[in-house]
């Protein structure tokens, strides 16, 4: 069963069409990934989850029934706008934001202390928030979102502003979360965490989504008609040729994507027989990256810059 349903949901601001009849639905313990560019409508579809927006017209479900304030006090959310009170000290905020969502005690205090310590923070406990460093109070924001232990998890570019280190603990506690059987949304332009996380993602390009459904499935489906390849020679011949549907230059790789899966042969004989040296010819290999490219349009230049630095 879906833990929650996304049902034709469209949101409007003013003349913008942030979110455009948008459906997907979000398995129960898995990751769920919402990927698209800036501005495709990820942190709108997540705000109107959580009911900070109200929708034009359509659903959320969670469980089979609309979501309600009962949802959102059972949910951890990190927001994109990262909200703190900048003059409370470290330990006092977490234990604050645990009881607005009931739960207080020594073993909750143990808790946050050891959460504190993963992330390297036990030394600043008795700081306040403003004397913290963005990405550290982007740290204690993300322990404050799970801290209570919530069975459901939205979270909103949960690895923007960390280092290395810390998005690579963030990934851990994320998939230790899964293991424990939570349900975990998260929103990125990421590809790359993406592509390794999430059981499940949906693409939103321009509020409408354009991929949707199991990791496995969509890169096995993408990945018939694809072949990668690196070369040395001319291949402007392939530009407009009937068996080809896409070429797209990533570098040290060219993606080409033939009209049906059983051309890829076709493919290879034609680089052949022209005389294309090649290095490497990889069919059925494509990243979530490449799809992306693929299905949004022109690669993003800041996206690809940032994936690089992970
Ligand atoms: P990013 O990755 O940059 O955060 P996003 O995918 O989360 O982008 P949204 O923030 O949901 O995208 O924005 C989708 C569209 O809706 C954009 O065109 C944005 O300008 C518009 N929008 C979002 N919030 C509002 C608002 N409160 N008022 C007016 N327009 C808005």
């Known amino acids: 069963m879906s833990a929650l349903e996304v049902k ?50 359509g659903e959320i479900l969670f469980r089979g029934k609309p979501v309600d304030d009962s949802f959102k006090s059972m949910v951890g959310y990190l927001p994109e706008e990262r909200g703190l009170y900048k003059k409370m000290k470290v330990l006092d905020t977490l234990l604050f934001f645990a009881e607005v969502k009931g739960k207080s ?7 946050a202390l050891k959460y504190l310590k993963r992330f390297d923070l036990l030394d ?15 740290k ?21 502003g960390l280092d290395p280190i810390n998005t690579n603990l963030l990934k851990t ?35 409408k989504i354009i991929l949707n459904g199991s990791m ?19 291949i402007s011949f392939l530009n407009g040729h009937p068996i080809v549907e896409k070429i ?10 033939v009209k049906n899966a ?8 034609l680089l052949v027989d022209r005389n294309v040296t090649l290095k490497k010819f990889d069919a059925n290999d494509i990243s979530l990256h490449e799809i992306f490219i693929q299905l949004a349009g022109k690669p993003i230049e800041e996206l690809t810059q940032e994936v690089s630095h992970v």
């Open 105 to 111: 005690g020594k073993k909750l205090e143990k808790e």
């Open 248 to 257: 797209e230059d990533f570098g040290n790789t060219t993606g080409i994507r």
């Open 216 to 234: 496995q499935k969509i890169k096995h489906e993408y990945a018939q008609q694809n072949v990668s390849i690196n070369y040395e020679g001319d």
């Open 173 to 207: 506690i994320i998939l230790e979360k899964k293991k424990e059987g939570k349900v975990i949304i998260f929103s990125t332009h990421l590809m790359d965490f993406a592509e390794k996380m999430c059981d499940h993602v949906a693409m939103i390009d321009n509020g």
């Open 262 to 269: 059983n051309q890829t042969q076709e493919l290879l004989k």
């Open 140 to 160: 204690i924001q993300f322990i404050a979102t799970v801290l209570h232990d919530p069975d459901f998890l939205i979270l909103d570019e949960p690895f923007s």
């Open 8 to 57: 034709n949901l469209t949101k409007t601001f003013d003349k913008i069409v942030a979110v455009d009849n948008a459906s997907f639905e979000v398995p129960d313990g898995s990751i769920f990934g919402l990927i698209g560019r800036n501005g495709a409508g990820k942190t709108t579809t997540l705000r109107t989850i959580m009911g900070i927006y109200l929708q034009d017209s």
């Open 124 to 138: 600043r406990k008795l700081s306040k928030i403003e004397d913290l460093s963005k990405g550290n109070q982007q």
